[in-house]
């Protein structure tokens, strides 16, 4: 899975808890899908200023996770996530999960970009773009 870093990521740390651990005693992987989502969802709401987020909304069209390692009760890892092309009305996102320098997860998400007005899909335009690059 290609993912390009070419706009402002965001990252942050979480401790896995009992409630993420299936039967084998590692972090379910629908887990890691719940913290795909969860992440995107925080970088949006970082990302969204001048009444974006009363603008738009994103829904998930979706989702391609590859696993590579496991993680277990009591781990800190590290996510991040940064969005790559976007262009009509799709966007991709990316979110990587790391137990020290050990990857354990790669995530591409594809994302409609919905105006909250009509509730139909929109252009991605230069208000949104423009959140999106480089600081």
């Known amino acids: 899975m290609d993912t390009p870093k070419n706009t402002v ?3 942050y740390e979480i401790k896995v808890e009992e409630d993420h651990i299936d039967n084998l005693r590692h972090v379910n992987n629908v887990v890691y899908l719940q913290w795909v989502n969860d992440i995107s969802e925080k970088h949006w709401n970082v990302l969204a200023i001048n009444g974006l987020k009363e603008k738009y909304f994103w829904v ?4 391609e996770l590859d696993y590579h ?3 277990f009760l009591g781990d800190t890892l590290r996510l991040t996530t940064w969005v790559g092309i976007s262009k009509g ?8 999960i790391f137990k020290e320098d050990k990857l354990l997860l790669k995530a591409a998400s594809t994302w409609c970009l919905i105006d ?3 509730l139909r899909p929109t252009r991605i335009k230069n208000d949104i773009l423009e959140v999106l690059e480089f600081e």
Do not use: P
């Not at 998930?60 to 989702?63: D, I, Q």
């Open 69 to 71: 390692n496991e993680a």
């Open 9 to 11: 990521s965001y990252s």
């Open 60 to 63: 998930v069209l979706r989702h």
């Open 89 to 96: 009305v799709k966007s991709v996102r990316y979110v990587e």
């Open 116 to 118: 909250a007005k009509t």
